[in-house]
């Protein structure tokens, strides 16, 4: 059975750009989880969508935003790129709202603004 | 607001010892931890999952604990190798189904 699947895996950006992340839950999950991990801050919980809806945002700008499609695949997009936004996007999946169980984590796409 | 801490930042071993990571976090309002494992530029491996309800999980060399109450766990990792070498991570789910990190202990095993 396939894993959480992420896409791209590297991705370069200048300033002011925008970028689109994408990732596929493990088969049968409802929910996706998104997370950044920068230089030096950890990871930081970004989104969580559950059901094609928006549940939980964690202390980011309104630049970041995403959606789910009905196929429960995410994406992540970030308007007007700034060098601080240079690092590694984790997505996870769970098999829905109010799960308590093990979270599996893609690979990661790598985003570097230049 | 949870936080949770790791220490040591950073360990280096000799092949062989048995070692122990520390992880703290100042909510015990959590349903389960998590210990997680990451190579350099990869993403994140599952290592042990222990709910709030458990107070240890093991998995081969590895065995995690929990201390809900004092906000305490610890990785012990035995016979340490050269391949354990990475970041070890732990992570608390809060009441709002919010992954909480650390900030890692960055683990060398010396040959």
């Known amino acids: 059975e396939a894993g959480v699947t992420q896409s791209p895996t590297h991705l370069i950006k200048t300033r002011g750009q925008q970028a689109t992340l994408r990732c596929s839950p493990i088969s049968g999950h409802t929910s996706v989880y998104w997370y950044q991990q920068a230089l030096g801050l950890g990871l930081q919980f970004l989104l969580w969508y559950d059901e094609g809806e928006e549940r939980n945002r964690g202390n980011f700008p309104p630049r970041f935003s995403g959606r789910q499609f009905p196929n429960y695949s995410s994406e992540l997009n970030v308007n007007a790129l700034e060098l601080e936004d240079s690092a590694l996007y984790l997505c996870?999946?769970?098999?829905?709202?109010?799960?308590?169980?093990?979270?599996?984590f893609g690979e990661g796409s790598r985003l570097t603004v230049l | 607001k949870q936080e949770v801490t790791q220490i040591p930042a950073a360990l280096s071993v000799p092949e062989g010892e048995n070692l122990v990571l520390n992880c703290s976090f100042t909510d015990s309002a959590i349903y389960n931890l998590q210990w997680f494992r990451q190579d350099p530029g990869k993403g994140l491996t599952s290592l042990l999952l222990?709910?709030?309800?458990?107070r240890e999980q093991t998995s081969g060399r590895l065995n995690a604990s929990l201390d809900k109450s004092s906000g305490r766990s610890t990785l012990y990792i035995a016979a340490s190798q050269p391949g354990d070498s990475a970041t070890y991570l732990c992570a608390v789910l809060g009441s709002n189904y919010k992954l909480t990190f650390g900030k890692g202990t960055l683990l060398t095993v010396n040959p």
């Open positions: 222990i709910q709030s309800s458990q």
């Open positions: 996870a999946s769970s098999p829905g709202q109010g799960f308590t169980g093990e979270l599996f």
